[in-house]
């Protein structure tokens, strides 16, 4: 488990228990005391998590009422199973639509989305095999100019390319 899971992992045990022994952090999430530690301040310092020492309760919580500075909120997509899991489709569907097409932007994507679903119900690999376009006949079309009119259309400005225009 890396830094940044350690961190969704704390948040995800003081938002869920409310109250967490020292002992739970450290066999859930397998680390050593000084780890911890480290974790729990550069949580505190630079994602201003309001997390405090209960000595009456034995254990971590998030202090209760308002807090000084900005909010506490870990840095990152959100997204539940589901969003993940249509997201996954989507690229899956673009990738057999035409191979290659955004696949630079949306690889990093997918293996973000791949490592959230690692531990779910379905994972990624599951849902790429069961999903599939069947398309009655493909035509490979040449994308040389769909990038230009993409932009174009959206940016609502004529394209640069005689070639491009519409024929009056």
Request: zero cysteines; a positive charge; hydrophobic letters at 45%.
């Amino acid at each position: 488990m890396d830094r940044s899971e350690r961190f969704y992992k704390i948040d995800q045990m003081l938002a869920a228990r409310g109250m967490v022994p020292l002992a739970d952090f450290l066999a859930e999430l397998n680390i050593s005391l000084a780890t911890f530690k480290r974790d729990l301040e550069y949580l505190r310092d630079r994602l201003n998590a309001p997390i405090v020492w209960d000595r009456d309760a034995g254990g971590y919580r998030y202090a209760s009422g308002k807090q000084s500075g900005p909010a506490f909120a870990l840095p990152g997509m959100w997204f539940n199973a589901s969003e993940a899991h249509a997201l996954l489709l989507i690229q899956t569907l673009l990738k057999e639509i035409h191979p290659g097409l955004l696949s630079q932007h949306i690889e990093p994507l997918q293996a973000r989305l791949k490592a959230l679903l690692g531990s779910a119900d379905h994972s990624a690999d599951e849902v790429e095999k069961r999903f599939r376009l069947v398309h009655a006949s493909q035509r490979i079309l040449p994308l040389k100019h769909f990038e230009a009119i993409a932009t174009a259309t959206l940016s609502r400005k004529p394209t640069q390319n005689s070639a491009l225009q519409p024929r009056t």
